[in-house]
C-alpha cells in the first residue's frame, strides 16, 4: 500500500509558512463493507492517505468506485468496518467508534446540490450558524448578505435555489459552507452536471476562494483537468473496492489561471494521470459489462 | 429504399447512399416567447455541413444549439432563412436524417432490439430475415449483441447511446444528428464513448453534425469546429482541425491540439462568462424551455 | 431579469404589461385561437342536447328528469314551485350544514394525520409499527363503515363527520408519509452538517420537503371527503346537500335533486381550488420553481 | 463478516444469496408489523370485552360496542358454508366488475382523444370538467329515476365513478409523453397511426393502470353505498352491501363486522389483480 506524503510536505513552496494550517486529515486503512441485501459489496478496501492542512486534496477514480464511501465516513455520514480517521490528530472514527459524528468543522457540497429548495440562498447561507446558535438570525442574515455579495451573489439573495442558475447555486452552496469557518471542505463531484464552460469559471471561482481562506479542501472527481488545475496532489484510486493507486504531486504554482492548463508542464501532468486512469476506466466499464450479463 | 432516394439529387445518388450528403444554413433565425419577452434563440446563422466531414457545434449551455439540431432535424421550422438539403428545402422530419438525443430516447417499452428494428419496420423497407441479420449485425457491432432482448432501462448509460447509435444508423440515414448524446454519462464512459464512436465514424465518414459543450470533446472528434455565441446564438469562428485520422485520445495531449484548445477557449471562455454573469434565470432553465415548446 | 436580456442587442422587448392589463392582453390573445369558441360551443352543445332530450323532445325515461330550463327557473326563483332555490332559507342551510361537517372532518383529518404521516416517514420505528395497521384497515371501503359508524356513534351528526374524517384521514397521512420519504437523503446530511439538532432538521427539514406531496393530499383528501360525506349524509343523515338529494327523490320531487348535484359540483370544486391556493400561498418556493420549468 | 476476510486479494467475494423467506424472517420491520397488529387485535379485544368481564361500569366507549375479534372470527366461520354468503361476494363482483370494464371500454379511448386531438379537447373536456365534481353518489337517486331497473341504476352510477378517474389519468399520462419519443419516432418516418399505436399507446399504459387501480377503489366505494342505499336485496340482487345492511336491520354487529372484512378483502384482491395485471401488460416497468 502506498502511504504517501507525511507531515513534514504540508509546507509546499508556495503557501505561506507563518500559519500552521487547521485541517490535516489522516487516513489509515479504512476499509468500508456495505451489506445490501444480503451481498456483501467491498466499497473500499484498506485506504490510507494522509491529507496536510490547507492542502488541496483531489481523489480521482472511475464512478461508482468507493471514493464517496470514503468521503461519507470522512462527513460521519457512514460507518467504516475498520481502520481509523483523524482530523488534526483527533479520532474521528476508528475502532470502538464505527461512524464519525457529524459537525460544521467538516462542511459538505453535494453532487446534486443541497441548498434547500424552500430557503432562499440568503437563508440557507444564514441557517448553519442560525442553527449552531453561533449568531442571532438578524446577525447570521447580514453576514450571509455580506459573502455572497463577496461571492457575486449580492442581487440574488432573495431568490429561490431553483430560480438561479446551477453555477449560481453551486457558488451559494460552497458559501454556505464557508460561513461556518470550517477546517474541512468536502466537495463530492460538485461541477459533474456542468458543461465545460460553466464548469472552467466554477474552478477560477473556487480557487480564488481557496486562496483567500486556504481551508483543506477534499474534492471527488472523475475529471482529470479539474483534478490538475485544482489540486496540490492528485490520488487516483482504483476501481470497486477502492485502493490508493497513485499520487501525483502538482506544482504549479498558484495563484492559477486558467491559461495554466495550455501550458507544458500541465501537459505532461496529464499524460501522466490519464496512462493511470484509463486502465482503471476500462477494467469498470468491463466490470460494469459483466455485472448487466 | 430505391424509391426513396431516386428523389434525391441524381448525381448525387451514389453519394447519398453511403450517407454523403450536404446540408447548409443560409441565415436562419428562430425566436421564442410573448411579443414583450421575446427571446431570439438563433441568429442569422449561415454554415454547412460539409459531404463527409464530422462537424462539431460548440456553445455555451443554453445558447441554442438544441433549438439548431431541431431546425435542422426539421422538428421546428426556423423564423427565417432556410435549410437545404443535397439543395432540397427541408420541411419536416425524415428518416434521411436522424438524430441521437440528448440523455436518451429509447424507448422504454421496447427491448433494444425491438428499438433498432422500430423504424424500418414501420416504413416496411426492409423486412424478415434481412431485417434480423442487419439489426444483428449493427447491434454486434456495437456491443449489445448479447443484451438486444434487455430493455433499455437494464442497459447502462453507455450501452443505451451505443443502442440508440444502431437504432440510428440501421435507416441508413444521410446525415447523422447527435445532440450532446454523451452528456450525463462520467467523464470515463464519455471518454470510451468518443472513442468507439470515432472507430464508427471513421469506418466510412458519414455527414455528421456533433453537438457538444465539452472543448476537449469537440477536438478530439471534429473535423471542422463551428463555434457559436451566447444567446442569441450566431456563428463566431469555424476552425478547422487537421488532427490526423484515426485518432487516439493520446493526441489530444498533442501540441497541435493544445493549440486548437487554446484558440476555442479564449473565445468561449468570454462567451461562457457573458452568458454566466448576464442571466439571472438560470440558462438550465432555457433549455427546458426551448427542448418542449408543444409539451 | 429584464434589464440582464435587454443588454443583447438583438432581443426584441417592449415593457411587460402586469395586472389587468396582462389579462387583457391574455384574453385578447386566446380568442385569436379557436379554443374558446369550441369550449363555449362544447358547453352550448351539451346544454342544449340535455335540454333536447328532456324538455325539447321529451324522449322516454329522459322526461322523468328536470330539463336544464326547468332547473334554472326553478334555482333563481323567489318563488320556486318544488322548494329550493337561492332565495330559500333551506337550501343555504343544507350548503351550511355540509361545509360545517366537511370542515370539522378536514379539520380533524389534517390536524391528525399530516403530524402522524410526518412522524411516520421520519422516524423508521413509528412507520414500522403504523403503518401496517392502517394497511390492514384501509382496503375496508369507507362506506362499509357506515352501519356501524351509526351504532357507535350517538346523533346524526357524529356519524357523518366520523365518515369524512375517516375517509381522508387514510389519504392524508399516507400521503404526507411518502412526502418525507421523497425527501432527498443530502438534504438530512446537509442540515446535519451544518450542526441542526434533530428538532432543527424536522423544523427545517422534514416539514417543508413534505409540503408539496402533503398538498397533493390533501387536494385529494377533501374530494374524498366530499364523496363519503355524500353517502354517509344519504345513508343517515338528516340536512346537508346529500340528504337535500335523497330526500327530493323520496317525495318525488326532481329539480332539487339536480340543484343539490350541481351545487355538490360547484362547492367541491370551489374547496379544492382553496386547497390548492392555499399550498401556493405557503410554497412560493415550489410555485417560482415550476413556472420557470414553464409548466 | 468472515467470508469477506479473503477478498483483499481485489477479487469480489461472492457469499450466498438469501432466500426471500429468509430476508423475511430476519427483517425486522416485518417483526414489528406482525406485534403492531397483534396489539392492536388484543386492545381491541380487551376494549369490547371490558364490560363482560367487570361490570357496565367499566364498558369502554365506541370501542365496547364492537363486537371482539374472537366473536367476529366465530361468527365467520359461521357464514363462510352458506351459499348466500358467497352469493352476495357473486353478485357484488358482478356488479363492480360490469361497471368498470364498460368505464375502461369508454374512458380509454375518450381520454387518449381528449389528448391526441386539440379540438376535441376543446369541445368536450369543458362539459366533462363540469360533471367530474359532482360526487358519484349524487347521482343514485337520479339514476334510479331514469333507469327502468335498479340493477342498470347501480351499473350506471358505478360506471360514472370510474369513468372520469380513468379519463383525467388517461389524459394526463398521454399528454405528459417526452416528446423525444414522438420525434424519434417522426424522423424514423412514423406515420400518426403509428405515433400513437407504437408511442401514445404504450407510453401511456402506466396511467392507464393507475387509473384502474383508483377507479377500482370508487367502483367498490360505489357499489357497495348502491347496494346499500337502492336495498338491494328488493329486485333479489343482494351484494356484500346488502349483507351488511341486512345486517345492520337485523342488528347483528358481528355480522356487519364479518361483512366489512370481507368487503376488504374482496377490495384487496381486486386491486391486486390490477396490480399483477399491469406487471404483465407491462414488462419494461417489472424490471425496477
Redesign the interface.
Known amino acids: 500500500m502506498n502511504v504517501s506524503a507525511p507531515f513534514s510536505e504540508a509546507g509546499t513552496p508556495h503557501k505561506k509558512p507563518e500559519q500552521a494550517l487547521k485541517g490535516a486529515i489522516s487516513i489509515r486503512n479504512v476499509?468500508k463493507?456495505y451489506d445490501p441485501?444480503?451481498?456483501?459489496v467491498?466499497a473500499v478496501?484498506?485506504a490510507s492517505m494522509e491529507i496536510a492542512g490547507g492542502e488541496v486534496c483531489m481523489i480521482v477514480g472511475?464512478?461508482g468506485c468507493g471514493k464517496t464511501t470514503l468521503l461519507n465516513a470522512i462527513?460521519?455520514?457512514h460507518s467504516i468496518?475498520s481502520g481509523e480517521i483523524r482530523l488534526d490528530g483527533e479520532l474521528l472514527c476508528g475502532p470502538g467508534k464505527p461512524k464519525a459524528k457529524?459537525?460544521?468543522d467538516?462542511?459538505?457540497v453535494?453532487?446534486?446540490g443541497?441548498?434547500?429548495?424552500?430557503?432562499t440562498l440568503a437563508e440557507n447561507v444564514a441557517?448553519?450558524p442560525i442553527?449552531?446558535g453561533a449568531l442571532s438570525k438578524s446577525l447570521a442574515m447580514e453576514k450571509a448578505r455580506h459573502m455572497l455579495a463577496d461571492a457575486?451573489l449580492g442581487?440574488?439573495g432573495n431568490?429561490?435555489?431553483?430560480?438561479?442558475?446551477?453555477?449560481?447555486a453551486r457558488r451559494a452552496e460552497i458559501v454556505?459552507?464557508l460561513i461556518?469557518d470550517p477546517k474541512v471542505l468536502l466537495l463530492d463531484e460538485p461541477y459533474?452536471?456542468?458543461?465545460?464552460?460553466?464548469k472552467?469559471?466554477m474552478h477560477e471561482s473556487l480557487l480564488e476562494t481557496y486562496d483567500r481562506t486556504k481551508v483543506t479542501i477534499f474534492f471527488i472527481?472523475?475529471?482529470?483537468?479539474e483534478a490538475i488545475f485544482l489540486g496540490d496532489k492528485v490520488h487516483i484510486v482504483t476501481t470497486r473496492?477502492c485502493?490508493l493507486k497513485k499520487t501525483v504531486n502538482v506544482d504549479i504554482p498558484r495563484p492559477r489561471s486558467?491559461a495554466v492548463?495550455?501550458s507544458e508542464q500541465f501537459?505532461v501532468l496529464?499524460?501522466e494521470v490519464?496512462e493511470a486512469?484509463?486502465e482503471e476506466?476500462?477494467k469498470?466499464?468491463e466490470a460494469?459489462?459483466r455485472e448487466?450479463? | 429504399m430505391q424509391q426513396e432516394n431516386s428523389k434525391g439529387a441524381a448525381a448525387a445518388s451514389k453519394d447519398y447512399a453511403i450517407g454523403k450528403s450536404k446540408v447548409e444554413l443560409r441565415n436562419v433565425s428562430k425566436s421564442y416567447g410573448e411579443e414583450w419577452d421575446e427571446q431570439t434563440v438563433i441568429e442569422d446563422i449561415s454554415f454547412e455541413l460539409t459531404p463527409g466531414d464530422l462537424t462539431v457545434v460548440v456553445g455555451?449551455?443554453g445558447c441554442g444549439k438544441s433549438t439548431l439540431v431541431n431546425l435542422i432535424a426539421g422538428f421546428e421550422r426556423p423564423d427565417s432563412g432556410e435549410i437545404l438539403l443535397d439543395g432540397k428545402r427541408v420541411t419536416g422530419p425524415g428518416k434521411d436524417r436522424m438524430v441521437v438525443f440528448q440523455e436518451t430516447a429509447l424507448m422504454p417499452w421496447q427491448t433494444t432490439y425491438e428499438n433498432v428494428v422500430f423504424g424500418p419496420k414501420l416504413r416496411g423497407d426492409m423486412r424478415g430475415k434481412e431485417l434480423k441479420d442487419e439489426a444483428e449485425r449493427l447491434l454486434a457491432k456495437v456491443g449489445l449483441y448479447?443484451?438486444m432482448h434487455?430493455y433499455p432501462l437494464?442497459?447502462?448509460g453507455?450501452?443505451q447511446r451505443r443502442a440508440e447509435l444502431a437504432r440510428a444508423l440501421i435507416n441508413k440515414p444521410s446525415i447523422l444528428i447527435m445532440d450532446e448524446p454523451f452528456?450525463?454519462l462520467?467523464?470515463?464512459?464519455r471518454?470510451?464513448m468518443q472513442e468507439f464512436f470515432l472507430r464508427l465514424f471513421e469506418e466510412n465518414h458519414r455527414t455528421n453534425l456533433f453537438v457538444t459543450?465539452?472543448?476537449?470533446e469537440a477536438i478530439f472528434l471534429a473535423d471542422r469546429l463551428v463555434i457559436l455565441s451566447n444567446r442569441p446564438a450566431q456563428v463566431r469562428k469555424v476552425i478547422d482541425i487537421r488532427l490526423p485520422r484515426p485518432r487516439h485520445?493520446?493526441m489530444l495531449?498533442s501540441q497541435e491540439a493544445?493549440?486548437y484548445?487554446?484558440e476555442a477557449?479564449s473565445i468561449?471562455?468570454d462567451?461562457?462568462?457573458r452568458s454566466?454573469?448576464s442571466?439571472?434565470?438560470?440558462?438550465?432553465f432555457t433549455e427546458n424551455y426551448t427542448a418542449q415548446p408543444n409539451a | 431579469m429584464a434589464q440582464a436580456a435587454s443588454k443583447s442587442k438583438n432581443t426584441r422587448r417592449t415593457a411587460p404589461p402586469k395586472g389587468f392589463a396582462l389579462f387583457l392582453y391574455r384574453l385578447k390573445k386566446s380568442f385569436s385561437t379557436p379554443t374558446p369558441y369550441l369550449t363555449i360551443a362544447g358547453v352550448g352543445l351539451w346544454i342544449f342536447v340535455y335540454w333536447l332530450l328532456c324538455e325539447g323532445l321529451r324522449v322516454d325515461r329522459f322526461d322523468k328528469i328536470p330539463g336544464p330550463v326547468a332547473v334554472a327557473r326553478d334555482w333563481f326563483s323567489p318563488e320556486p314551485f318544488q322548494g329550493i332555490s337561492i332565495f330559500t332559507e333551506a337550501y343555504w342551510n343544507h350548503i351550511y350544514v355540509s361545509c360545517r361537517r366537511i370542515a370539522i372532518a378536514f379539520a380533524i383529518a389534517t390536524g391528525v394525520g399530516v403530524p402522524l404521516g410526518l412522524f411516520m416517514g421520519w422516524s423508521k420505528k413509528i412507520r414500522d409499527y403504523i403503518f401496517p395497521i392502517l394497511e390492514t384497515l384501509r382496503p375496508i371501503p369507507i362506506l362499509a363503515w357506515v352501519p356501524l359508524a351509526i351504532l357507535m356513534l350517538p346523533g346524526f351528526e357524529a356519524p357523518v363527520i366520523f365518515l369524512a374524517t375517516l375517509a381522508s384521514l387514510f389519504v392524508t397521512t399516507l400521503n404526507t408519509m411518502l412526502g418525507v420519504e421523497s425527501i432527498?437523503e443530502?438534504?438530512f446530511?446537509?442540515?446535519?452538517?451544518?450542526?441542526?439538532?434533530n428538532w432543527?432538521i424536522f423544523k427545517?427539514?422534514v416539514v417543508?420537503?413534505a409540503?408539496p406531496f402533503i398538498f397533493t393530499g390533501l387536494q385529494i383528501s377533501i374530494g374524498v371527503a366530499w364523496f363519503s360525506l355524500v353517502a354517509a349524509e344519504m345513508v343517515s343523515g338528516d340536512h346537508g346537500l346529500g340528504y337535500l338529494i335523497v330526500d327530493s327523490y323520496v317525495n318525488s320531487v326532481t329539480i332539487p335533486m339536480v340543484i343539490g348535484m350541481l351545487t355538490l359540483g360547484l362547492i367541491g370544486w370551489l374547496t379544492s381550488i382553496l386547497v390548492r391556493s392555499l399550498g401556493n400561498y405557503l410554497?412560493?418556493?415550489?410555485v417560482?420553481?415550476l413556472a420557470?420549468q414553464g409548466r | 463478516?468472515t467470508?469477506?476476510a479473503q477478498?483483499?486479494s481485489?477479487a469480489?467475494?461472492?457469499?450466498r444469496?438469501?432466500s426471500k423467506l429468509e430476508?423475511l424472517i430476519q427483517n425486522v420491520s416485518f417483526w414489528r408489523g406482525v406485534t403492531a397488529v397483534i396489539v392492536f387485535l388484543c386492545v381491541w379485544e380487551v376494549g369490547s370485552r371490558m364490560d363482560e368481564w367487570l361490570g357496565e361500569a367499566w364498558t369502554v366507549p365506541f370501542v365496547g360496542l364492537i363486537p371482539p375479534p374472537t366473536d367476529v372470527a366465530v361468527a365467520w366461520l359461521e357464514v363462510l358454508p352458506k351459499a348466500g354468503y358467497w352469493n352476495s361476494w357473486y353478485e357484488s363482483f358482478r356488479r363492480v366488475l360490469s361497471g368498470f370494464l364498460v368505464a375502461m371500454a369508454l374512458g380509454i379511448p375518450f381520454g387518449l382523444l381528449l389528448a391526441v386531438n386539440k379540438y376535441f379537447r376543446d369541445l368536450f373536456f369543458p362539459p366533462f370538467e363540469i360533471l367530474r365534481p359532482i360526487p358519484p353518489l349524487a347521482w343514485v337517486p337520479a339514476s334510479l329515476i331514469f333507469w327502468p331497473t335498479n340493477e342498470m341504476s347501480i351499473a350506471f352510477v358505478t360506471f360514472l365513478g370510474a369513468f372520469f378517474t380513468i379519463v383525467i389519468n388517461v389524459l394526463g399520462g398521454a399528454r405528459s409523453i417526452d416528446v423525444r419519443y414522438l420525434r424519434a419516432a417522426q424522423s424514423m418516418g412514423a406515420s400518426q397511426w403509428h405515433l400513437f399505436s407504437r408511442i401514445v399507446l404504450p407510453a401511456t399504459l402506466p396511467s392507464i393502470f393507475t387509473g384502474a387501480a383508483v377507479g377500482m377503489g370508487i367502483t367498490w366505494e360505489v357499489v357497495l353505498a348502491a347496494e346499500m342505499i337502492s336495498g338491494g336485496g328488493t329486485q333479489g340482487g343482494g351484494g356484500l352491501g346488502f349483507f351488511i345492511w341486512n345486517s345492520y336491520m337485523g342488528g347483528s354487529l358481528t355480522q356487519i363486522v364479518v361483512g366489512m372484512i370481507s368487503i376488504g378483502i374482496a377490495g384487496f384482491l381486486s386491486s391486486s389483480a390490477i396490480r399483477a395485471l399491469g406487471d404483465w401488460f407491462m414488462p419494461w416497468k417489472r424490471m425496477f
Request: aromatic share 10%; glycine share 10%; with cysteine.
Open positions: 476499509t463493507i441485501e444480503g451481498v456483501n467491498m478496501d484498506n472511475p464512478s462527513a460521519g455520514f468496518t457529524q459537525g460544521a467538516r462542511m459538505v453535494f453532487q446534486h443541497a441548498l434547500f429548495p424552500w430557503k441557517y448553519g442553527v449552531q457575486g442581487d440574488v431568490k429561490y435555489p431553483g430560480e438561479v442558475s446551477s453555477g449560481m454556505r459552507a461556518n459533474r452536471a456542468m458543461d465545460a464552460l460553466t472552467s469559471i472527481t472523475h475529471d482529470l483537468e473496492p485502493q486558467y492548463q495550455s501537459r496529464m499524460e490519464n486512469v484509463h476506466a476500462i469498470a466499464f460494469g459489462e448487466l450479463a | 455555451p449551455s448479447e443484451f434487455k437494464q442497459l447502462s453507455g450501452m452528456r450525463g462520467d467523464a470515463m464512459s471518454g470510451l459543450s465539452e472543448i476537449d485520445y493520446s495531449n493544445y493549440d484548445k487554446r477557449m468561449l471562455h462567451e461562457a462568462m454566466f454573469s442571466t439571472g434565470v438560470s440558462s438550465d | 432527498d443530502e438534504y446530511r446537509a442540515a446535519g452538517c451544518l450542526g441542526s439538532s432543527d427545517n427539514v417543508p420537503g409540503l410554497m412560493q418556493w415550489h417560482r420553481e420557470l | 463478516m467470508d469477506v477478498s483483499s481485489g469480489y467475494a461472492l457469499p444469496r438469501r430476508k
